[in-house]
């Protein structure tokens, strides 16, 4: 059951803010189309090897996930022990919550923490652990699904970029207000227009 309940929801949430930061960032998402269409080409879709080619896109789902943690306040924890925490002394069987989307906007540790900018998770690749970057928890109840999670959205991801061209649907920036609930949701669903790519046409028909 909560693995229903924690892996259905959670990725297609992230996937939907994913789609909203590109599609008010129009740059980002013509760099990853062209690291796309250079590692993967117009003849085939991306799939899970091409990953390490495509550092890109990954920076992308780090960002959304940083900016946009599907469980903002992760599971609550509990102490097992006495311990301190922040100069808090915390008594055995506390409920602890951990808010990871202000930990995420802490200015001491991220530079422009408010902005969207896929390129600072450049050069931390696989060392994201040691800058506060934590939408799937830490430690022993971590999320078991992060890695899956992070395949299923990469290939949607990349499928979504390298077979359409996107568009927002008028010239205002698509509302990134996050809305109430254990996932957080976006208020407003994304609403885009899509087309598909002349170039990837033969693949699409060959589905
Ligand atoms: C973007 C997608 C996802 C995000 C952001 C996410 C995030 C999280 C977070 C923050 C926790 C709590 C960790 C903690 O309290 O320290 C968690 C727990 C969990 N997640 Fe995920 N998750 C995602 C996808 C998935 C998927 C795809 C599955 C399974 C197929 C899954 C299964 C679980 C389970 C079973 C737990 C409970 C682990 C435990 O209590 O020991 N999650 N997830």
Redesign the pocket.
Known sequence: M??LV???D??P??AEWAMSLLLNHPLVLKRARAELDHHVGHDRLAEEPDFVKLPYLQRIINET?WLF???PF????ESSNYCTIGGYDVPPSTMLI?N?WSIHRYPKVWEDPESSRPERFEGLEGEVEAYNF?????????????G???R??GLALATLIQCFEWERISEEEVDLTKGTGLIMPKVKPLEAMCKARECILNVLSKL
Do not use: D, E, Q, Y
């Not at 992760?74 to 924890?77: F, G």
């Not at 022993?140 to 992060?146: E, H, T």
């Open positions: 909560t693995l924690a892996g259905t959670t990725t949430v992230t996930l943690p599907a469980a992760l599971v609550p924890h951990v990871s934590i939408p799937f928890g830490r430690g022993r109840r971590s999320c078991p699904g992060a899956l999670a992070n299923v959205m």
